[in-house]
T-cell receptor, first 111, second 111 residues
Framework: GQQLNQSPQSMFIQEGEDVSMNCTSS?????WLWYKQDPGEGPVLLIA?????ELTSNGRLTAQFGITRKDSFLNISASIPSDVGIYFC???????????FGTGTRLKVLA | GAGVSQSPSNKVTEKGKDVELRCDPI?????LYWYRQRLGQGLEFLIY????????KSGLPSDRFSAERTGESVSTLTIQRTQQEDSAVYLC?????????FGPGTRLTVT
């Protein structure tokens, strides 16, 4: 079945550093969603991308929908301790309402 | 406004018992999704509703799992004859225009 490869799996960074993570697939997607999940809670939507090449920002977060429609990245600038959590990408399969989720990137920020 | 709510937040059950998990979506959201998240893992698609019909049940792991939805409102996920491998967090999300909004999840533990 379809798979989304998300990398890195985990990362430790210093407060103030920029962070980059990405999702890649052999399949094409119509929509990309990026989520953050804190322990014991449901994922919270950060950014939604609808068109190939689209670049969207939400505060310190920037995400792009890859031109091939098979990948997306998320950047976090000037990280702060509350950025700690697990970040998931999700891609919508064409012609369906079904989303495939990546395996997550666990981010830890060192103050 | 009110977000997606799920109940119970935690459920401990004995192997072999049936359980019912409930999801109240955001009012007006026509699409509703159920996912399973095992400890430390990503989200695994279970079933999708558009209104009260389920065009995609492909993720249900076995015939012990079933779900229904009343109109564009409440959904229940039922697991019959629970097994230890059913232990996970069950997440519900609702959507209107492609962006999925998640509830806090139900943590199911089968002993």
């Amino acid at each position: 079945g379809q798979q989304l490869n998300q990398s890195p799996q985990s990362m430790f960074i210093q407060e103030g550093e920029d962070v980059s993570m990405n999702c890649t697939s052999s399949s094409i997607f119509n929509t990309w969603l990026w989520y953050k999940q804190d322990p014991g809670e449901g994922p919270v939507l950060l950014i939604a991308l609808y068109k190939a090449g689209e670049l969207t920002s939400n505060g310190r977060l920037t995400a792009q929908f890859g031109i091939t429609r098979k990948d997306s990245f998320l950047n976090i600038s000037a990280s702060i301790p509350s950025d700690v959590g697990i970040y998931f990408c999700a891609g919508q399969l064409p012609g369906t309402y079904k989303y495939i989720f990546g395996t997550g990137t666990r981010l830890k920020v060192l103050a | 406004g009110a977000g997606v709510s799920q109940s119970p937040s935690n459920k401990v059950t004995e192997k072999g018992k049936d359980v019912e998990l409930r999801c109240d979506p955001i009012s007006g959201h026509t699409a509703l999704y159920w996912y399973r998240q095992r400890l430390g893992q990503g989200l695994e698609f279970l079933i999708y509703f558009q209104g009260n019909s389920a065009p995609d049940k492909s993720g249900l792991p076995s015939d012990r799992f079933s779900a229904e939805r009343t109109g564009e409102s409440v959904s229940t996920l039922t697991i019959q004859r629970t097994q230890q491998e059913d232990s996970a967090v069950y997440l519900c999300a609702s959507s209107f225009s492609g962006e999925q909004y998640f509830g806090p999840g139900t943590r199911l533990t089968v002993t």
